[in-house]
């Protein structure tokens, strides 16, 4: 009997349904669409004229109205948005105002940094969320699963910039072992990485552990110790495989969050990144690189999301039909 | 049709406490294992933390040990003592006064941004989740679009949009709550809507309205009430990370995300700076959660939530 499924499986997996993956690109493009709109006419109603900006205090209406000229902050919005679609159709997300750069320059050169970290915190939160979790599913109710379940709603109730000071005040201010500030080395990584992860491991703690309990529950489970099977065979082979599957689908909660907080911990630890560049944006007003970072981010969190998606679909046999 | 018409015509349809009905056939706690004064305990401390909270935010003049105006010049920056229990800023202002200060600021901000979320929220997911065809078809779509942005990123750009301060960060916070809870509860709507009772109500031609007031809204009540719980947490947490960004409160009422953010600028010489307010946040945040989580073992057993 066991022999059949990897056959099929394998059949299955050759011939992916190609049919859901049109269509789920195509979904995820004209999201992608709607949230470039989105944006766009959010960062409309920013309030102060970047024109009035740049040109500084005393600035005359003629030397201001040239700028708005050049920035094009004059034309209608519908006509703004348009040439904005248009530029972007080239992979141009405009100059900076304050640098004059082109903004995916500057984007460029900080992803790395904010996937660096980015990436190291996912681990964490994951490697950490998945073992806890299912150690605590083993051991339910018992007095290993009530510490974590204690430890774990602390470190998720606690802001993680106050993580981050804590971190900074006992490893960097008191013992001198890591530095609190600057990105670039292994050193300056584990203090940030260890704050944004810690936070994230919560919530996929208890999706791992109430799955897992789940199935632990269910007759199949009772089935197999009654055959005589080891409680580890049983945990690995049988419990795990069921479990762990919809956890995949909340991999992209855990990822929005990370983007979400890599704003924060950035500008606390004084990293280079994204985060950072737009906080930076947002006290300039520079409203082109604002725009390109917030579009790029979520360009990239729609298109993890799709591979997300696909791998879930391309794993859990149940969702091919 | 009246309550009334159908009362007096059809007395069985009409549920007249629909939750009690279905609480009845479930043990009150699900944690029946556990022994009764933890889960009295998990209520009691969170409840107490949060009245203290609240009264701090109600009368902090009543409470607190020094005004916030007060600034002590021989104890700049000084270290918790009996005078100052929370320590001194670099104005010798006293720490646990601005935290008792701040606690206003913090509770409206979150208590704010939960009543705006959850309401437009479950309004949202009561009329789509009803309604269902193109109208829903359209707005889930502008709400994918919606959760397409980091959740604090699209905060973030509309706290700033709206100028930053009070009622922006409110707005801000709400826009990350209302595609959340709106598809949770259109979840629950669609389940609603399928049974039997609603069903029948349609058949005797009861208003929408009516159905969605008298019918699916008590259904979703405890889904709402653990939801908004649950959310209060998320909402304290993101105002204060915007305040310690800059765009959340002004500096005449400092939140405890900004005497954080405050705080720490001197972290090599006053680590009760940054610390006492963050303990502030953690203590309201926990109590919260702790809150959200028993009333969830209690209303949702299954955990269907999140």
Redesign the interface.
């Known amino acids: 009997m066991r022999m059949a499924f990897p056959s099929t499986m394998a059949q299955r997996a050759a011939a992916p349904n190609m049919e859901y993956v049109l269509k789920r690109l195509a979904?995820s493009i004209?999201?992608?669409f709607?949230?470039i709109t989105?944006?766009f006419l959010?960062?409309?109603?920013?309030?102060g004229d970047p024109a009035m900006l740049l040109a500084g205090d005393g600035a005359n209406n003629a030397t201001i109205a040239n700028i708005q000229a050049q920035l094009g902050t004059n034309r209608p919005l519908w006509v703004q948005y348009g040439s904005y679609l248009w530029q972007l159709a080239h992979l141009n997300l405009g100059t900076s105002f304050v640098t004059n750069e082109p903004v995916i320059n500057r984007i460029w050169q900080q992803f790395p940094q904010t996937v660096e970290l980015g990436a190291c915190s996912c681990l964490v939160a994951v490697l950490f969320g998945v073992t806890l979790g299912i150690a605590s599913a083993v051991y339910e109710?018992r007095w290993f699963d009530r510490a974590v379940q204690i430890v774990l709603?602390?470190l998720?109730?606690?802001?993680?910039?106050?993580i981050g000071?804590?971190l900074?005040?006992v490893f960097a201010?008191s013992f001198h072992w890591l530095p609190?500030m600057g990105s670039g080395s292994f050193r300056q990584l584990i203090l940030p990485t260890a704050c944004l992860g810690l936070g994230r491991i919560g919530?996929l703690e208890r999706?791992v552990r109430?799955g897992v309990i789940d199935v632990l529950h269910e007759p199949f489970v009772t089935t197999l110790r009654g055959k005589g099977l080891k409680e580890i065979p049983i945990l690995y082979r049988h419990v795990l495989r069921n479990a762990l599957i919809p956890v995949i689908t909340q991999f992209s909660m855990v990822i929005?969050?990370i983007?979400?907080?890599v704003?924060?911990i950035e500008?606390?630890f004084a990293r280079q990144g994204l985060g950072r560049l737009?906080?930076d944006a947002?006290?300039d007003r520079d409203i082109p690189v604002?725009q390109g970072v917030?579009l790029f981010?979520?360009i990239f969190?729609?298109s993890l999301?799709f591979f997300i998606d696909l791998s879930y679909v391309w794993i859990d046999r149940r969702t091919r039909i | 049709m009246s309550d009334q018409t159908i009362k007096n015509v059809y007395p069985d349809l009409v549920p007249v406490a629909p939750d009690k009905s279905v609480a009845s056939s479930q043990p009150a706690w699900s944690l029946k294992?556990?022994w009764p004064w933890k889960i009295q305990l998990a209520i009691f401390l969170p409840c107490l933390v949060i009245a203290t909270i609240f009264i701090f935010a109600a009368v902090p003049s009543l409470v607190a040990p020094y005004a916030p105006t007060d600034m002590d010049d021989n104890a700049i920056l000084a270290a918790p003592s009996l005078h100052h229990l929370f320590g001194t800023d670099q104005f010798g202002s006293d720490i646990l006064t601005l935290v008792i200060y701040g606690a206003r600021q913090s509770v409206l901000l979150a208590l704010g941004a939960i009543l705006l979320g959850a309401s437009s929220g479950t309004l949202v997911g009561l009329v789509t989740g009803y309604a269902g065809g193109k109208l829903d078809a359209a707005v889930m779509?502008?709400i994918?679009?919606?959760m397409?942005?980091?959740?604090?990123?699209l905060a973030?750009?509309?706290a700033?949009?709206?100028?930053g301060g009070f009622s922006s960060t409110i707005i801000a916070i709400a826009s990350m709550i209302v595609p959340r809870f709106s598809r949770i509860v259109r979840a629950q709507v669609i389940s609603i809507k399928a049974r039997p009772f609603i069903v029948a109500a349609q058949a005797l031609g009861a208003s929408k309205t009516w159905i969605l007031r008298r019918h699916v809204l008590p259904h979703a009540g405890s889904l709402l009430l653990v939801l908004s719980t649950l959310w209060v947490?998320e909402a304290i947490?993101a105002g204060?990370?915007l305040s310690?960004?800059?765009?959340g409160a002004n500096p005449d009422h400092p939140d405890w995300?900004f005497i954080?953010a405050q705080?720490?600028n001197y972290?090599?010489d006053a680590?009760w700076y940054?610390?006492f307010p963050?303990l502030a946040?953690?203590s309201l945040?926990?109590s919260?959660?702790?809150l959200g989580?028993t009333l969830r073992s209690k209303f949702d057993p299954q955990?269907k939530l999140?």
């Not at chain 1, 959010?42 to 309030?47: K, V």
């Not at chain 2, 700033?160 to 100028?163: D, F, H, M, S, V």
């Open positions: 979904s004209l999201v992608v709607g949230a989105l944006v959010i960062l409309d109603w920013l309030p109710g709603l602390f998720t109730s606690m802001p993680s910039f106050w000071i804590l900074i005040l201010v609190a919530h999706l109430s929005g969050e983007l979400s907080g704003v924060v500008t606390l737009i906080v947002l006290s604002l917030v981010v979520s969190y729609v999301n | 294992d556990a779509r502008v994918e679009v919606w397409s942005i980091p959740p604090m990123l973030l750009i509309i700033a949009a709206l100028g947490g947490l204060s990370a310690f960004i800059g765009l995300g954080l705080g720490r972290l090599t680590w940054a610390t963050g946040i953690t945040v926990v919260v959660n702790l989580d955990h999140r």
